[in-house]
């Protein structure tokens, strides 16, 4: 198999060459427990502590202020049940309509146990109104969960202004920031931030290991209860291996954080503007400057998304579409139906995702590719003629 043309890095990235050497010491002869009072366990305690302090840098944090977790999904909710746990008075949760499901599925189900929370709604570029924040915040509100930025549209939302408006009413503040570390500059030091999470495989560290900021004085609660280990915040013995690659990972992160907003957003304008230019009836979903560098997010009229995306695969090009086979119907994205898209554009969305090892002449090779995979698409469509039935879900179903 030639190797793919991989632009779905928001899904999940390759490892670095760098990480792999700096995990493969832990994973061959290093194997001791950090834990151990031995001097074996104790080498392996060195990479913690450097680990540790190479993730804090890389969100201007105190190493104290880190926790490792297995992913994103485990740190949004460990910071989600921390914030309820310390407020069991406050019955009330604020977060967005287009989170990641593991923000939301945690809300569903604490609806479920009695919690009520409030979704905030966005526009159709996909951001949120600060007012609608505003007026949402009551007495029993526990916590506020907003995401940096949005994983299928890359919309960035303005995390440091919602943190003051949250802490001018006393609330803990949440951020869901896996898509933005390591693509967008961040400085917890100067912000009211109490929880942020991230997760290591977005940015080219292994699957199996994230991070969680909890801001010191922040009261907190384990989500898994065992021994001292993450000084108490998070039982289980430490993956090392993949500890070791995160902190090369941040470390290469912030070495790259400029090349990601030049090279990589140069590439993905050119990829996107070439689309839009080139293929009539689409339209880029999402605000157009308010942006990851690395992420465009394209509607192509009358044609299904996973159409598209079975074609790019014939031409060996990896990228993904906002909807999710849900027990054998295909849902449109949440995140897209919020932003209120026609349903001539909900179905046929696609997002390319790129990374700073993304190169020209693979962008080169979908804008080949994408103009006759729609073309084809479309001129087999039963819809080409008949675009008012794409208006109406109803008849189209007919
Ligand atoms: N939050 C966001 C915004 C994401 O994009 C993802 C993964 O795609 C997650 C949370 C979950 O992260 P993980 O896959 O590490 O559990």
New binding site residues.
Partial sequence: MTTPVYLDN???TCVAEEVLEAMWPYLTKLYGNPSSMHTFGGQVAKVVKQSRENVANLIGADPSEIVFT???????NAAIRAAIAANPEKRHLVTTQV?????LNLCRTLEKQGYSVTYLSVDEKGCLNLDELRLALREDTALVSV??????TGVVFPIDRIANIVKERGILFHV?????VGKLPLNLRDSAIDFL??????LHAP?GI?ALYVRRGTRFRPLIVGGHQERGRRGGTENIPAIAGLGKAAELAMQHLEDENTGVRSLRDRLELNLLREIPDCQLNGHPAMRLPNTTNIGFKYIEGEAILLLLDRYGICASSGSACTSGSLEPSHVLRAMGLPYTLLHGSIRFSLSRYTTAEEIDRVLDAMPKIVQRLRDISPFKDDAANWLQPAAAAR
């Fill in positions: 928001n899904a999940t297995s992913c994103g999904s485990e740190g949004d989170e990641h499901p593991a923000v995401m940096a930025a949005n994983n299928e869901d920031a896996v898509q933005a999470v991230f997760s290591g495989h977005k699957k994230g």
